[in-house]
């Protein structure tokens, strides 16, 4: 909060009254600023900060009242208070317009010094509280924010702790974690209704890849696969990376048998497509293939590893049978 002293307007058309004031309030705490017409009040109020305005009511030009009622009219000003200073306190009237002009006090003349001082120091620590309220609530706006942005942070860092646990570092696709996940939800879901396919797919003549050109090239040739596959899949399809260059898929929603070996067979297809790839060495051209195992979903299948077993053999098959290929399971 600001260290300078509050200021008080002391507004009067008479020089003798302003020196008075200024005498009986020397000691009171407050700078004070002087002005000897409505104008210059309305002027010092656009400029200057009060945390009390002392206004003499019967002033030449404009009056105490008409100032009163400007100064409520104005948004920065409304809330400053205005102590009415008047030989006319006794009239009733004229306290009951002054009050509807937007004062919050009358002192009489002659004035009465201990009321005046007792009042303005009632003003001036109604001031402080208020001016030490508004940095409390600035403060706490200030803190509020800054929780904000740490909650923020914070909710960033354990998202990406939470993707990182369950996806692969290299290629971004799920893990072997995230897809045992996917497959006992799927095995929930499956019924009449919804029936599910698991692919295994194996890389053929990837060791050769990583053993002729690095493994810099072998990691861009696993990320340009699974580009390949992510691309070929649909939107509530699983693919995910089991480990070196084993991947598996859960393909939703199919009961098809023809349907699926065709979707599989187009996956070798394109995964047997020439990779251009850059290696330590330059550029490259890396030429595999995909073998890929399938196993359609059964309810008499007993567990997630009964039907990754049936894909594994059907995945053995491929192997055995000259790989780039891919065979149902007949389990």
């Not at 009219?73 to 208070?81: F, M």
């Not at 205005?82 to 006794?90: E, M």
């Not at 699974?226 to 995910?240: E, F, H, K």
Request: proline share 3%; net charge negative; with cysteine.
């Amino acid at each position: 909060m600001s260290h300078h002293p509050p200021k008080i307007l002391v507004v009067d058309d008479t020089r003798a009254n302003l020196v008075a004031m200024r005498h009986l309030l020397a000691n009171c705490g407050a700078e004070l600023v002087e002005a000897v017409s409505g104008n210059e009040a309305l002027s010092r109020c656009l400029d200057e900060q009060f945390a009390l305005i002392l206004l003499d009511v019967n002033m030449p030009d404009m009056d105490g009242f008409e100032v009163a009622a400007l100064l409520g009219e104005a948004e920065q000003l409304h809330d400053t208070p205005v102590i009415f200073v008047t030989a006319a306190y006794a009239d009733d009237l004229n306290r009951l317009k002054g009050y509807r002009s937007g004062a919050v006090d009358y002192i009489s003349k002659p004035i009465n010094d201990v009321i005046l001082q007792s009042k303005v120091r009632v003003f001036l620590e109604l001031h402080t509280a208020r001016m030490q309220l508004q940095q409390t609530l600035e403060e706490l706006s200030a803190r509020n924010q800054q929780l904000q942005v740490e909650i923020a942070e914070r909710q960033r860092v354990e998202a990406k702790v939470r993707h990182q646990a369950t996806h692969d570092m290299l290629t971004g696709l799920p893990n072997r974690v995230l897809f045992h996940d996917r497959l006992r939800l799927s095995m929930q879901h499956a019924g009449k209704d919804h029936s599910f396919a698991l692919a295994l797919v194996d890389i053929d003549g990837f060791k050769a890849v990583n053993d002729t050109y690095g493994h810099p090239a072998g990691d861009a040739l696993l990320q340009a696969i699974s580009s390949r596959l992510n691309n070929r899949v649909r939107a509530d399809d699983t693919v995910a990376r089991l480990g070196g260059d084993e991947f598996a898929m859960i393909l939703e929603n199919v009961s098809d048998v023809h349907a699926v070996l065709q979707r599989c067979q187009d996956l070798c297809d394109i995964l047997a497509k020439p990779y251009p790839l850059t290696g330590t060495h330059g550029a490259f051209t890396a030429h595999v293939s995909a073998s890929i195992g399938i196993a359609m979903w059964q309810e008499r299948l007993e567990s997630d590893e009964t039907l990754i077993q049936a894909a594994d053999r059907a995945l053995y098959q491929v192997k055995e049978s000259g790989k780039n290929g891919c065979v149902l399971s007949g389990s």
